[in-house]
């Protein structure tokens, strides 16, 4: 497939075809005259830039539009079969993975591969081996695959590939090093805000134009969408809800400080405040297990909730008001249509929801808040690996 007109990025037939495929990848199918109307460009213009995406291989002619009578016009939509996009979701010491087509439709999907993520040589071939073992098993070409997205915690350079976790003293940037091995293009993102943009595409949100997605995990992430758009900052870095000052504590933070949010409201918080009740001698379905000194995990306490454990529920109610707190601030500041909970502890649906709605009634200013809806993930665990599809696929068209 060509994709000449990406290498004149700033030529005013790449931003009208990039027009073009903005509208299909958002709405679906067109004809030439609504193309036209929509990037308010001649008909004939259009109708050549067109040609010129069927002939690059980005889009396909659909047939004929079915209409009440007259001349029926011809459609247009994004061509599935023009590649794929590969994204990897990359946690603590797993990684999930998903691929889409050209269209946007996901593929396939498998999540928690043992995987852990070092700042090694090493590290970066069992990754890219690992992609290439995934797409091989599917029947992908490796040369069908236009790009690849992958997600990682921390602080993220999205335009120069760095990362600020891994690699940090590299003169390359972890992005380059991935696309040496892969002989593709590879973007980096920041798992949050990958997460927010595959549930604003493929998920829970509809028409809104205004987001907020708190990854709520082992740590508390934020992406946001403003205005139609993905929300980076001067610098990448926005969306560090986690490190907000908000508390009045002296936990030491994973960034060093005291007071941030995340020692109030977090999965690593939830394990915290959990350990201090059963050391107080607090009965729980998890108590035996702490007295005989075993490992208490995430995973224990997230099923201890699915089991009705009124200790881990009352423990997790604490957290999730605090969560809710820092939550009518944002309302009372972004003012947005939606606001999406996703992340591990979404997994404890109203029992995490109803702390947070009754945090955001009694904090935020009713005025400001009563039209925003507040809402969990649809995509749940695929949020990640399927925002870094779709990211990768943006990022490719010059679409972000």
């Known amino acids: ?60 002619d659909l047939g004929k539009m079915g209409t009440s009578g007259g001349r029926r016009p011809s459609i247009y939509g994004l061509k599935a079969s023009a590649g794929y996009f590969i994204g990897a979701d990359i946690s603590r010491n797993t990684v999930s993975l998903a691929v889409s087509n050209f269209k946007g439709s996901i593929i396939d999907y498998q999540d928690d591969i043992p995987f852990t993520l070092e700042s090694t040589e090493q590290s970066m071939d069992e990754l890219s081996g690992l992609l290439r073992k995934y797409i091989s098993k599917l029947g992908i070409d490796e040369d069908s695959v236009l790009a690849y997205g992958v997600n990682l915690t921390g602080r993220i350079n999205h335009i120069t590939g760095y990362s600020f976790s891994y690699f940090m003293g590299e003169d390359k940037p972890l992005a380059s090093m991935l696309e040496d091995r892969l002989k593709a293009p590879v973007y980096i993102e920041n798992d949050s805000r990958a997460m927010a943009y595959g549930e604003y595409i493929c998920g829970v949100a509809s028409n809104e134009k205004n987001m907020l997605f708190i990854n709520v995990s082992w740590g508390l992430g934020m992406g946001m969408v403003l205005d139609g758009k993905l929300h980076y900052g001067k610098s990448g870095f926005s969306g560090e809800i986690g490190h907000f000052p908000l508390l009045d504590n002296d936990i030491i933070c994973q960034c060093g400080k005291v007071g941030c949010l995340e020692t109030g409201a977090s999965g690593l918080a939830l394990h915290r405040l959990l350990m201090d009740k059963l050391k107080e001698g607090k009965a729980s379905i998890l108590s035996s297990k702490f007295s005989a000194g075993d490992e208490i995990t995430l995973d224990d306490i997230l099923g201890a909730l699915t089991e009705e454990d009124v200790l881990t529920i009352e423990t997790l109610e604490e957290a999730g008001s605090t969560l809710g707190r820092a939550i009518a601030g944002l309302i009372n500041i972004f003012n947005p249509d939606l606001v999406v909970v996703g992340g591990r502890l979404s997994v404890a649906e109203e029992y995490l929801m109803l702390p947070i709605k009754s945090a ?41």
Do not use: W
């Open 360 to 400: 955001i009634n009694k904090h935020s200013l009713n005025i400001v808040s009563k039209g925003t809806v507040i809402k969990f993930s649809k995509l749940g665990k695929k949020a990640g690996p399927i925002g870094a599809c779709m990211l990768s696929r943006s990022h490719m068209l010059g679409l972000l």
């Open 1 to 60: 497939m060509k994709s000449s007109f990406l290498n004149n990025p700033d030529g005013k037939k790449t931003i009208i075809k990039q027009k073009i495929l903005s509208l299909c990848i958002n709405e679906g199918e067109y004809s030439i005259a609504e193309l036209s109307k929509e990037t308010n460009t001649s008909i004939p213009t259009v109708t050549k830039l067109v040609s010129e995406l069927i002939e690059e291989g980005y889009l396909e």
